[in-house]
C-alpha cells in the first residue's frame, strides 16, 4: 500500500514536471518568433528580370574578332638603332651597339574584321612599332596582313589580309547605347584566344588624357568589361551582338584590369576607317578653336542658367571657327540633332564630319541663342 502511496506521487510530479517544461518550451518559442519577424519574398512573376544570356551574342561575335601578331623587322630594328638621338645609349640598352643583332619589338593584340574580303580595324598602339603583322582567325587560319593605314590621334589603324569568305562583326549605333546597358568585351587577352567578358556601360564621352599625340580624339565608352593586354583593338558589342566600340585603354596602376575599360565609339571609328581605306589617311575635319568645358564658374561669369555646354576660349586664324563667325566666349550647345554637353562629345562629333561639309552649331552669347553655319575646313 505503501509502494502504491509513491508511485502515485511520483506519477503526479512526473506530470507537473512535463507540464511546467511544455509550458516553458512553448513560451521560449513565441519569443524567438516574436524577435524574429517574418520577411515575405516578392514573387511577382509579372517583373520582368534581366536576361544575363549571351550567348547568342557571342556567337554572332566570335568569327569577327582576330589575334594579331604584329613584329618589327631585322631591318627596322636596325634602322631604329642608328636613329639614336644619344651616342651614348648604346652602354645602357640592350641592344648592343658592338655585339649582336639588336632587340626586335613585338606583341600582340585584337582586331575586328569589318568586311568579307579582310579589312580589319585594331588600336595603332597595337601595331606602330611594326611592319610585319599576322593574324589568326576564330577557326584557326592564319594570313599575313598589310597595313593599310593608321591615325595616332585616333589611335586607329586598318589591316587587310588575302581573304574573300571572312565573317565581319554586325556594326551597331555608338550613339544609341545607354549607360547601365549591357555589353561584352571579345578578344584576346594574354595571348588566350576568342575570350568573352561581360559588363555594362559605366559612361560615356570619357577622356583620360592617355593619348599623348597633339589632336588626339578621346570621347571613351566606359564599361566595367574586364579588358587586359591583348584585349587592345578587340570588339565592344551589345547585347544583341553588335559592334558598338574597339576596346582600346584601361585604367589601371598595374597594367592589368582594375574595373575600368575604355572603347573608341564604333560611330566615330568608322569614319576613320572608311577615310583610311579611300584616301590611306584620316581627313579631319576642324573647328579650329580653344575650348573647355562649361562649369558653375564660367556659367556666372558667362551670365547664363546652365552648366553644360563647350565654351570657346580662342578662335584660330583660318579656321571653319573663323570663317563661319564663332567668338571667344560663345557657348557651344549643339551640333546639327548632337547636343553637347562637354569637350570630348564635341571633338568627337566634329571629327565625323567630312572636310567641306556645312553644320549648324548652336552657341549661346550673352544669353542669346544663336544657329551658324560653319563649312568644315581641314587643319592644313
Not at 99 to 107: H, I
Not at 111 to 139: C, Q, R, S, W
Not at 310 to 335: E, F
Request: proline share 3%.
Amino acid at each position: 500500500m505503501k509502494q502504491l502511496s509513491y508511485l502515485i506521487i511520483a506519477g503526479v510530479l512526473g506530470g507537473l514536471v512535463v507540464l511546467g517544461g511544455s509550458h516553458l518550451l512553448t513560451k521560449n518559442n513565441q519569443q524567438d518568433i516574436e524577435e524574429k519577424p517574418f520577411v515575405r519574398m516578392a514573387t511577382n512573376n509579372s517583373v520582368n528580370l534581366p536576361s544575363f544570356d549571351f550567348t547568342e551574342a557571342t556567337s554572332r561575335t566570335l568569327d569577327g574578332v582576330v589575334h594579331i601578331k604584329a613584329k618589327e623587322s631585322q631591318e627596322k630594328a636596325m634602322q631604329r638603332r642608328q636613329q639614336r638621338r644619344s651616342p651614348f645609349s648604346f652602354f645602357f640598352d640592350d641592344d648592343s651597339f658592338f655585339f649582336g643583332e639588336p632587340r626586335r619589338r613585338q606583341g600582340t593584340g585584337s582586331g575586328v574584321i569589318l568586311t568579307k574580303d579582310g579589312y580589319i580595324v585594331t588600336n595603332n598602339h597595337v601595331i606602330e612599332f611594326a611592319d610585319e603583322v599576322e593574324v589568326t582567325l576564330h577557326d584557326n587560319r592564319r594570313f599575313d596582313a598589310e597595313i593599310i593605314g593608321r591615325d595616332p590621334q585616333s589611335d586607329i589603324a586598318v589591316l587587310k589580309v588575302d581573304a574573300n569568305d571572312l565573317a565581319p562583326v554586325s556594326l551597331g549605333d555608338s550613339d544609341e547605347i545607354k549607360v547601365g546597358e549591357w555589353v561584352l568585351a571579345v578578344g584576346n587577352p594574354f595571348n588566350l584566344t576568342s575570350t568573352v567578358t561581360a559588363g555594362i556601360v559605366s559612361a560615356k564621352s570619357r577622356s583620360l588624357g592617355v593619348n599623348r599625340n597633339q589632336g588626339a580624339i578621346e570621347s571613351f565608352i566606359q564599361t566595367d568589361a574586364a579588358v587586359n593586354p591583348g584585349n587592345s583593338g578587340g570588339a565592344l558589342v551589345d547585347k544583341d551582338g553588335n559592334l558598338v566600340g574597339i576596346n582600346t585603354a584601361i585604367a589601371s596602376q598595374t597594367g592589368s584590369f582594375a574595373g575600368y575599360s575604355f572603347a573608341i565609339p564604333v560611330n566615330i571609328a568608322i569614319k576613320i576607317v572608311d577615310d583610311i581605306i579611300q584616301y590611306g589617311s584620316y581627313q579631319r575635319a576642324y573647328l579650329g578653336i580653344g575650348i573647355t568645358n562649361l562649369d558653375g564658374d564660367f556659367a556666372n561669369e558667362l551670365g547664363v542658367n546652365f552648366t553644360t555646354g563647350v565654351v570657346v576660349m580662342d578662335v584660330y586664324d583660318g579656321g571653319s571657327a573663323q570663317y563661319g563667325g564663332l567668338l571667344p566666349n560663345d557657348i557651344i550647345t549643339k551640333v546639327d540633332t548632337h547636343t553637347i554637353k562637354n569637350v570630348p562629345e564635341l571633338q568627337e562629333i566634329i571629327g565625323r564630319y567630312k572636310v567641306g561639309e556645312t553644320i549648324e552649331v548652336y552657341i549661346n552669347r550673352r544669353g542669346k541663342e544663336i544657329v551658324l553655319p560653319i563649312t568644315l575646313r581641314s587643319a592644313s
